[in-house]
């Protein structure tokens, strides 16, 4: 990254609220004790963390909403892998599409759950809502979470990354208002889209030539209309 970028970037985070601190775990799913009898250090079977489950966007959801495969006890010791998609269709059917969940789907043993946490959060049991600070995909961390793809040759195909769009946004009237801290300056998603992102070459890219007038003109309406 060129020294200017990061300290763009830098300026985007420092404008943001503080990341509130992973919390301990108190309020958990009254299932969680039976199954936290297995699922811990000295339980016997695989050890997890609920540290964070309680401040999560999924706090109101019990252990089997999303451990579909797991309703008995004793459980089969492979179970199905939990699948996003079960509750949320309309972003597993654009990501599994999109340049993303191509190149995610590419790498054997992946599973649907493993490839939405490298942009929200790593931690399956503390994802944050979207509008929350502490998300990768908030307004406050989007640059930031695209950036550590987007400007990384060895995570970007090269006719990408040869284009370098995170130091080049940052130039941009846009990427300027950001680092200031306009909090209402358009950021990666706004543009092209986020479960749903095609190349720009693409017919259905919001940022295709075909499309880029309705793109601006969510924002910029009477200059669409002109």
Excluded: W
Excluded at 14 to 20: E, F, G, K, N, R
Excluded at 103 to 124: D, E, N, R, V, W
């Amino acid at each position: 990254m060129k020294p200017s970028s990061g300290r763009a970037v830098a300026a985007i985070l420092a404008s943001a609220l503080c990341i509130v601190g992973e919390r301990s775990v108190s309020a958990l799913p009254e299932e969680a004790e039976s199954c936290l009898a297995c699922h811990s250090t000295d339980g016997g079977g695989a050890a997890v963390s609920l540290a964070g489950f309680d401040a999560s966007i999924h706090k109101s959801l019990t252990c089997t909403s999303c451990h579909t495969g797991a309703t008995e006890a004793p459980h089969p010791v492979q179970p199905p892998p939990v699948d996003c998609g079960d509750c949320h269709a309309s972003a597993a059917r654009g990501t599994k599409t999109s340049p993303h969940g191509r190149a995610l789907s590419s790498g054997k043993g992946k599973k649907p759950a493993a490839a939405c946490l490298i942009c929200h959060g790593g931690k399956a049991h503390a994802i944050a809502a979207v509008a929350d600070p502490r998300s990768p995909t908030s307004r406050s961390r989007q640059l930031s979470l695209c950036e550590s793809c987007h400007q990384d040759p060895a995570k970007t195909p090269a006719h990408l990354s040869r284009l370098h769009p995170v130091s080049t946004y940052l130039k941009t009237v846009h990427g300027l208002k950001a680092a200031e801290g306009n909090t209402k300056a358009a950021l990666c998603g706004d543009c092209h889209g986020t479960h749903d992102i095609r190349p720009g070459i693409a017919a259905a890219s919001r940022v295709s030539r075909n499309r880029i007038a309705e793109t601006c003109g969510r924002c910029h309406e009477s200059q669409s209309t002109a």
